[in-house]
């Protein structure tokens, strides 16, 4: 027998096939060549299949048993399908256009009722039904593209209600073309035809085509609902496109991004676990697979399948990923219901399948009893038996078990494959889990809101099996940490709800897996002594643990750390005696560091309770001057306490000059050669933000900042030599009772800027950028030195105000989140590279209100860039935009991506005051207007000519933020902000944001101005058209139309390469007779010829204008008489009423 080949460790789950349904199929005499069946579906409770004879077979899955037989005169029946609102209702379609839905009567063991027949699709061949989720409708589509829908009245209220109330057919829309799939979610009804697909808002009656490229066959469109741990996050559509590829959309019917999986559907299929044959891999790598997918499905928590003549695939299209692809031959339709798939095949036959995570598919053959099939699939694949996830699914005496009832003369090669499996994998059972499950079995652990773990020790315990196995082997840290992910990885959803990473964390009964483990200097040989020496080191371990609970930022891990190092430094002793004289001299030794802790902190605790006194004063509380007079009093004790002391600049000034010296002469020169081509457009620019719209501005700042880095990093260097390090935990114990107050008044230093203040440093530098740039570095040391008295909330948020300028207090920030995150269970996930599992442990931790989520942040965004901004908008507004505007400030353009999506996440109703909220302080409306306007966004020199108006149809072309841009401006601002934003959209050609602007500012007649230069009718005569409101503007209106069409036609004719936007048609143009023509339907031919020839336009006019004005007065005519008509009819009405 040959080696059986491996599969790679990517591939986590397959298909299983566990039951043959044939005999069920041959029970309901569907498997003769004259009956067979027709279609399928399926729910939690039944099983639906209908026949070519009319027949509905309705099996209840629970043992396949409880069968209810429907029958049908009009016809073989061509759908079927299941409410999931409600299962006792089934809908029907037959060969004939009829749609019939049964009320069952299950639950109430009466006998099923047909309780609507519709004939709205009669002699149409019926090719999709779908029920609501959340009342009972159904809605049925065709093959010439009728979509209806059918309303259900519950009879549960009684038959007499039911039968007296039938709601009428209601006909939904009709598409181009014959109806491939219908999908309904959250109130939106998915329509996929053969050429495109749309989506329906059924309770406001609206309609959207996804996308704008048309396809051509049978291509499926699915909801793919959010998990319930997102939020308001909502949910997103999948459409199939030609090539294998699909479109992810928005649920606003807006098309995100286009995934391809032709190229990852080259490897070679997975086998399927079936009973009748063992598996086979062939490994040699197939071409690529351009295939159309006929239908997509939603299945579990984050997978879409689709199914073609060649096999079923599955994706994970949020990770552009191929989780499977198995051959299955000869596929008509599949059902789906969580993660099992019954597939209906052309000859009529059914299978069962599940898909199941390989080591629970191997977990169910052995219980089964097939040992040579689950000694097959466990050495196809190894990569994901040997995985931390699948240890306690299979253990090592299970595998160990296995092998045993292997047949040694038939089966030596996958006996000896199996062997080769065991030895990689290291037994549960070792000396370091007995270890740690000895230790559970004595203790409990609770996480506190600070992070703090409490241990709560079992007095009563007696259990001295458990302590049989305790010994003094220690772990590493390390092996701890990973031991504790892969008991966080093992257990995953059970096996009905199958999702390849959704991951439930399930410890055993017996024992409390934490990141660290309580290191015993103790051994016994004896159950009974070590049972007595767990007591005792449990309970030092509590007493101390209780003096360090007041510590609010103090990392469990690092304390356990330094306890280790204390306790490791004693000897270990076999006796009972000499473990516990060890034990009371550590006691002693705390005991007796604890008055010198004291000792220290007694005038730091003077100090504080003095300043608190004098900030109750409001005389000082509200004087500035005061105020820094006693922060800085105490912030002297404090640097005394503690021994950190603020860097001196006195030997370093002359060098940080000369530097600033020599990159302010380097960026002079950059500056000059940037700007001599891009001089005239900065002239139309507001002077206040030619920072944030020239490109050289930028690279500026990004100078500054590497300036303000080297002079910190310099600094960091100098205090580096004398030993210091960061400031993340506290360097001794600190009572609860005054943490409280350091904590208030540090962060009180910070948010004050304190520790800037001393004479010292203000006088050794007159130089207002230089005093400036020392600020910066002294805010980077006070951080790192008193890290751990800092509110992290308000530090972020002072840093955001005060320090936006400097990256360099931004980034020392984060490097102290990063040191206390150090140890949490993502890190070990960041170094996977699957940014879906990443993003789904951050949400599974949560809620978060705090700001450690932000080193998180940084790391994924440091590691996947771009693709990783989008994901966090589910984190807000634990993660603000302007927390993202610090992480992306070297790429404003992918803040700029996240900031719309958290925008269009919210629904229209709710943005604008979701902006609005954003903007705090309201100098980032400019700066994000600038922004916008600036990325993704046309040429300027396609918008604006060289004298700085608009050039003809510009207003046409795509802005990509273009909703972001309108928002902004639509916010109530000032007269200056205003002013401002007009300028900004004028000096780069958004014209719908500049007329808007200058409506607002009552700017009339620069909005005239502009709009007969757009040469655009529709932005005076049209919905949001703007209308001259008297006769000046009229006038005006008419002598600009004037001499801009005879400028424009000369210009026209000397330049024939002038770029037009949108159509050439001139009765769209502004001409004086076209304004000529509005005005007239505005006050009338006869009051507008007068104003003409005062103007002396009359000659500028047409035959058709003066048709027009006959028109119009004829209708005028008309329309008078017909009032008048009116009014005499109701003045009679309403006389023979009195009469």
């Given at each position: 027998?040959t080696?059986?080949?491996?599969?790679?460790e990517?591939?986590s789950?397959v298909?299983a096939?566990?039951?043959?349904l044939d005999p069920l199929?041959s029970?309901l005499?569907l498997?003769?060549?004259r009956?067979k069946c027709?279609c399928?579906a399926?729910s939690r409770?039944w099983?639906?299949?209908?026949?070519s004879g009319?027949?509905?077979?309705l099996?209840?899955?629970d043992?396949?048993?409880q069968?209810?037989?429907?029958?049908?005169?009009?016809g073989?029946?061509s759908?079927?399908a299941?409410?999931?609102?409600?299962?006792?209702?089934?809908?029907v379609a037959?060969?004939q256009g009829?749609?019939?839905?049964?009320e069952l009567?299950h639950?109430?063991?009466?006998k099923?009722?047909?309780i609507y027949?519709?004939?709205?699709?009669k002699?149409?061949?019926?090719?999709?039904?779908?029920w609501d989720?959340a009342t009972l409708?159904?809605?049925?589509g065709?093959?010439?593209?009728?979509?209806s829908a059918?309303?259900?009245?519950?009879?549960k209220?009684g038959?007499?209600?039911?039968?007296f109330?039938m709601f009428p057919?209601q006909v939904?829309?009709?598409?181009?073309?014959?109806?491939?799939q219908?999908d309904y979610?959250?109130?939106?009804?998915?329509i996929?035809?053969?050429?495109?697909?749309?989506?329906?808002d059924?309770?406001r009656e609206?309609f959207?085509k996804?996308?704008?490229?048309?396809r051509?066959g049978e291509?499926g469109?699915?909801?793919?609902?959010?998990?319930?741990?997102c939020?308001n996050?909502q949910?997103?559509?999948y459409c199939?496109r030609p090539?294998?590829r699909m479109?992810?959309?928005?649920?606003e019917?807006?098309v995100?991004?286009?995934h391809?999986?032709k190229?990852l559907?080259?490897?070679?299929?997975l086998?399927?676990?079936t009973l009748?044959m063992?598996p086979?891999?062939?490994?040699?790598?197939c071409?690529?697979?351009?295939?159309?997918?006929?239908?997509?499905?939603?299945?579990?928590e984050h997978?879409?399948?689709?199914?073609?003549e060649r096999?079923?695939?599955?994706?994970?299209p949020q990770?552009?990923?191929?989780l499977?692809?198995?051959?299955v031959?000869?596929?008509?339709d599949i059902?789906?219901?969580r993660?099992?798939l019954?597939?209906l095949h052309?000859?009529g036959?059914?299978?069962?399948?599940?898909l199941?995570?390989?080591?629970?598919?191997v977990e169910?053959?052995?219980?089964?009893g097939?040992?040579?099939l689950g000694?097959r699939?466990?050495c196809?694949?190894q990569?994901?038996?040997?995985s931390?996830r699948?240890?306690?699914?299979?253990?090592l005496?299970?595998?160990?078990?296995l092998?045993?009832?292997?047949d040694?003369?038939?089966?030596?090669d996958?006996?000896?494959q199996?062997e080769e499996?065991i030895s990689?994998?290291?037994?549960?059972d070792?000396?370091c889990?007995s270890?740690?499950?000895?230790i559970s079995?004595?203790?409990?652990?609770?996480?506190?809101d600070?992070?703090?773990?409490?241990v709560?020790?079992?007095r009563?315990?007696q259990s001295d099996?458990d302590?049989?196995?305790?010994?003094s082997?220690?772990?590493s840290?390390?092996?701890?940490l990973?031991?504790f992910t892969?008991?966080?990885e093992?257990?995953q959803?059970?096996l009905d709800?199958?999702s390849?990473?959704?991951?439930?964390?399930?410890t055993?009964?017996?024992?409390t897996?934490l990141p660290f483990?309580?290191?015993?200097s103790?051994?016994s040989p004896s159950?009974l002594?070590?049972?007595?020496?767990?007591?005792e080191?449990?309970?030092?371990?509590?007493r101390?643990?209780?003096?360090?609970?007041g510590?609010?930022?103090?990392?469990?891990d690092?304390r356990?750390?330094?306890e280790m190092?204390?306790e490791?430094?004693?000897?270990v002793t076999a006796?009972?005696?000499a473990?516990?004289?060890?034990?009371d001299e550590?006691e002693?030794e705390?005991v007796?560091s604890q008055?010198?802790?004291?000792?220290?902190?007694?005038?730091?605790?003077?100090?504080t309770?003095?300043?608190?006194?004098?900030?109750?004063?409001?005389l000082?509380?509200?004087?500035?001057?005061c105020?820094?007079?006693v922060?800085q009093?105490?912030?002297l004790?404090?640097e005394e306490t503690?021994?950190f002391?603020?860097?001196s600049?006195s030997?370093?000034?002359?060098?940080i000059k000369?530097?600033?010296?020599?990159?302010?002469?380097?960026?002079?020169?950059?500056?000059?050669e940037n700007?001599?081509?891009d001089?005239?457009?900065?002239?139309h620019?507001?002077?206040?933000?030619?920072g944030v719209?020239?490109?050289n501005t930028?690279q500026?700042?990004?100078?500054?900042a590497h300036?303000?880095?080297?002079v910190?990093?310099?600094?960091?260097?100098?205090k580096?030599?004398s030993?210091?390090?960061?400031?993340?935990?506290?360097?001794c114990?600190?009572a609860?009772?005054?943490?409280k107050d350091l904590?208030?008044?540090t962060?009180l230093?910070?948010e004050?800027?304190?520790?800037a203040?001393?004479e010292?440093?203000?006088?050794?530098?007159?130089?207002?950028?230089l005093?400036?740039?020392?600020?910066?570095?002294?805010?980077c040391q006070f951080?790192?030195?008193?890290?751990?008295l800092l509110?992290?909330k308000r530090?972020?948020?002072c840093i955001t105000i005060n320090?936006?300028?400097?990256p360099g207090v931004w980034e020392?920030?984060?490097?102290?989140?990063?040191e206390?995150?150090?140890?949490?269970?993502?890190?070990l996930?960041?170094?996977?590279?699957?940014?879906?599992?990443?993003?789904?442990l951050l949400?599974?931790l949560?809620?978060?209100?705090s700001?450690l989520?932000?080193?998180?942040?940084?790391?994924?965004?440091?590691?996947?860039?771009?693709?990783?901004?989008?994901?966090l908008i589910?984190?807000?507004?634990s993660?603000?935009?302007?927390d993202?505007?610090?992480?992306?400030?070297?790429h404003?353009?992918?803040?700029l991506a996240?900031?719309?999506?958290?925008?269009?996440?919210?629904p229209?109703?709710?943005?604008?005051s979701?902006?609005?909220?954003?903007?705090?302080?309201?100098?980032?409306?400019?700066?994000?207007?600038?922004?916008?306007?600036?990325?993704d966004a046309?040429q300027?020199?396609?918008?604006v000519d060289?004298?700085?108006n608009?050039r003809?149809r510009?207003?046409?072309?795509?802005?990509?933020?273009?909703?972001l841009?309108?928002l902004?401006?639509k916010l109530?601002?000032?007269?200056v902000?205003?002013e401002r934003?007009?300028?900004?959209?004028?000096s780069?050609?958004f014209?719908?944001?500049?007329?808007s602007?200058?409506l607002?500012?009552d700017?009339r007649?620069?909005a005239?101005?502009?709009?007969?230069h757009l040469?655009?009718?529709?932005?005076?005569?049209?919905?949001?058209?703007?209308i001259?409101?008297?006769?000046?503007?009229w006038?005006?209106?008419?002598?600009?139309?004037?001499s801009?069409?005879?400028?424009?036609h000369?210009?026209g004719?000397?330049n024939?390469?002038?770029i037009?936007?949108?159509?050439?048609?001139?009765?769209n143009?502004?001409t004086?007779e076209n304004?000529?023509?509005l005005?007239a339907?505005?006050?009338g031919?006869?009051?507008?010829?007068?104003?003409?020839q005062?103007?002396?336009l009359?000659a500028e006019?047409?035959?058709?204008f003066t048709?027009?004005?006959e028109i119009l007065r004829?209708a005028e005519?008309?329309?008078?008489?017909l009032?008048?008509?009116m009014?005499?009819?109701?003045?009679?009405?309403?006389w023979s009423?009195?009469?």
């Amino acid at each position: 027998m040959t080696s059986v080949p491996m599969i790679p460790e990517s591939y986590s789950h397959v298909l299983a096939e566990f039951e043959c349904l044939d005999p069920l199929l041959s029970a309901l005499r569907l498997d003769s060549s004259r009956l067979k069946c027709t279609c399928i579906a399926v729910s939690r409770k039944w099983l639906a299949l209908g026949s070519s004879g009319g027949g509905l077979n309705l099996i209840q899955k629970d043992g396949w048993k409880q069968r209810l037989f429907l029958t049908h005169k009009e016809g073989a029946i061509s759908r079927v399908a299941c409410s999931l609102y409600d299962e006792d209702y089934v809908a029907v379609a037959t060969s004939q256009g009829l749609v019939v839905v049964w009320e069952l009567n299950h639950e109430r063991r009466g006998k099923p009722e047909r309780i609507y027949v519709s004939t709205e699709h009669k002699g149409k061949k019926i090719t999709a039904l779908c029920w609501d989720t959340a009342t009972l409708r159904v809605f049925v589509g065709d093959h010439v593209g009728k979509v209806s829908a059918i309303k259900i009245n519950m009879s549960k209220q009684g038959k007499a209600a039911a039968a007296f109330v039938m709601f009428p057919v209601q006909v939904i829309t009709t598409v181009d073309s014959r109806v491939v799939q219908l999908d309904y979610l959250d109130g939106r009804l998915l329509i996929s035809s053969l050429t495109r697909s749309y989506l329906c808002d059924t309770e406001r009656e609206k309609f959207w085509k996804i996308g704008n490229k048309e396809r051509d066959g049978e291509y499926g469109a699915c909801f793919f609902p959010v998990g319930k741990n997102c939020g308001n996050q909502q949910p997103l559509i999948y459409c199939a496109r030609p090539g294998s590829r699909m479109w992810e959309v928005n649920f606003e019917g807006e098309v995100l991004s286009t995934h391809q999986f032709k190229q990852l559907l080259s490897s070679p299929p997975l086998p399927v676990i079936t009973l009748r044959m063992d598996p086979q891999y062939n490994t040699s790598i197939c071409s690529y697979q351009s295939l159309p997918f006929p239908k997509l499905l939603y299945l579990t928590e984050h997978c879409v399948m689709t199914w073609t003549e060649r096999g079923i695939y599955v994706f994970i299209p949020q990770n552009v990923q191929v989780l499977l692809w198995s051959e299955v031959k000869d596929i008509q339709d599949i059902a789906v219901y969580r993660n099992e798939l019954f597939c209906l095949h052309t000859n009529g036959k059914v299978s069962h399948f599940s898909l199941l995570l390989v080591e629970r598919c191997v977990e169910r053959l052995l219980r089964r009893g097939f040992w040579s099939l689950g000694a097959r699939v466990c050495c196809l694949f190894q990569n994901s038996i040997i995985s931390c996830r699948a240890r306690k699914i299979l253990p090592l005496d299970r595998l160990e078990h296995l092998k045993s009832q292997l047949d040694l003369s038939t089966q030596s090669d996958v006996i000896s494959q199996l062997e080769e499996l065991i030895s990689k994998l290291e037994p549960l059972d070792s000396a370091c889990s007995s270890r740690r499950s000895s230790i559970s079995s004595h203790e409990s652990f609770s996480v506190l809101d600070s992070g703090i773990y409490r241990v709560i020790s079992r007095r009563g315990s007696q259990s001295d099996e458990d302590s049989c196995s305790l010994n003094s082997q220690t772990l590493s840290e390390d092996e701890r940490l990973k031991e504790f992910t892969a008991h966080q990885e093992e257990e995953q959803v059970e096996l009905d709800n199958v999702s390849h990473a959704s991951v439930v964390v399930e410890t055993d009964r017996n024992e409390t897996f934490l990141p660290f483990s309580i290191p015993l200097s103790f051994r016994s040989p004896s159950p009974l002594v070590s049972l007595q020496a767990v007591k005792e080191s449990v309970s030092s371990f509590v007493r101390k643990t209780t003096e360090k609970i007041g510590t609010l930022h103090m990392n469990p891990d690092v304390r356990v750390k330094q306890e280790m190092k204390e306790e490791e430094s004693h000897e270990v002793t076999a006796s009972t005696a000499a473990c516990s004289q060890d034990e009371d001299e550590n006691e002693v030794e705390v005991v007796q560091s604890q008055p010198q802790e004291e000792d220290r902190l007694s005038d730091l605790k003077v100090a504080t309770i003095e300043a608190i006194n004098k900030l109750q004063d409001p005389l000082v509380l509200l004087e500035p001057r005061c105020l820094r007079e006693v922060l800085q009093e105490w912030f002297l004790c404090l640097e005394e306490t503690f021994g950190f002391k603020e860097p001196s600049f006195s030997d370093d000034c002359l060098s940080i000059k000369k530097d600033k010296n020599v990159l302010a002469e380097e960026q002079s020169e950059i500056l000059e050669e940037n700007t001599e081509p891009d001089q005239h457009s900065e002239d139309h620019v507001g002077k206040g933000h030619t920072g944030v719209l020239q490109e050289n501005t930028g690279q500026d700042q990004t100078n500054k900042a590497h300036f303000g880095r080297e002079v910190h990093e310099n600094d960091a260097d100098s205090k580096g030599a004398s030993g210091h390090v960061f400031q993340v935990y506290p360097p001794c114990l600190i009572a609860q009772d005054i943490q409280k107050d350091l904590v208030e008044l540090t962060t009180l230093c910070f948010e004050l800027n304190v520790f800037a203040c001393k004479e010292g440093n203000a006088k050794e530098s007159s130089e207002q950028d230089l005093q400036l740039t020392i600020s910066w570095v002294l805010a980077c040391q006070f951080i790192k030195d008193y890290f751990f008295l800092l509110d992290l909330k308000r530090l972020k948020r002072c840093i955001t105000i005060n320090y936006a300028n400097s990256p360099g207090v931004w980034e020392t920030y984060i490097e102290g989140l990063k040191e206390l995150t150090h140890a949490s269970p993502v890190i070990l996930a960041m170094k996977n590279g699957d940014m879906l599992k990443i993003l789904k442990l951050l949400n599974d931790l949560g809620p978060w209100d705090s700001p450690l989520l932000l080193a998180h942040a940084q790391r994924l965004y440091e590691k996947f860039g771009e693709t990783a901004v989008r994901p966090l908008i589910k984190f807000y507004p634990s993660i603000l935009p302007s927390d993202i505007m610090q992480l992306c400030r070297h790429h404003p353009a992918h803040f700029l991506a996240y900031l719309d999506s958290l925008i269009k996440s919210k629904p229209e109703d709710e943005r604008s005051s979701l902006l609005r909220s954003l903007l705090q302080p309201e100098a980032l409306r400019l700066d994000w207007l600038c922004l916008a306007v600036s990325h993704d966004a046309p040429q300027r020199t396609n918008t604006v000519d060289s004298e700085g108006n608009p050039r003809p149809r510009s207003h046409f072309f795509t802005w990509g933020y273009s909703q972001l841009i309108l928002l902004l401006i639509k916010l109530p601002a000032d007269f200056v902000t205003k002013e401002r934003m007009a300028d900004i959209c004028k000096s780069y050609g958004f014209w719908p944001g500049y007329l808007s602007v200058c409506l607002e500012l009552d700017r009339r007649i620069e909005a005239f101005t502009n709009i007969v230069h757009l040469d655009d009718m529709n932005l005076l005569d049209g919905e949001h058209g703007l209308i001259p409101e008297t006769l000046e503007e009229w006038k005006f209106l008419l002598h600009l139309a004037h001499s801009h069409s005879t400028d424009f036609h000369y210009h026209g004719a000397q330049n024939g390469s002038a770029i037009t936007n949108g159509s050439a048609n001139w009765s769209n143009c502004i001409t004086v007779e076209n304004i000529a023509l509005l005005l007239a339907k505005v006050i009338g031919p006869d009051h507008a010829l007068p104003i003409l020839q005062e103007c002396g336009l009359t000659a500028e006019l047409s035959e058709r204008f003066t048709k027009i004005c006959e028109i119009l007065r004829i209708a005028e005519k008309r329309q008078r008489a017909l009032i008048q008509s009116m009014l005499e009819r109701c003045d009679r009405f309403l006389w023979s009423q009195q009469a």
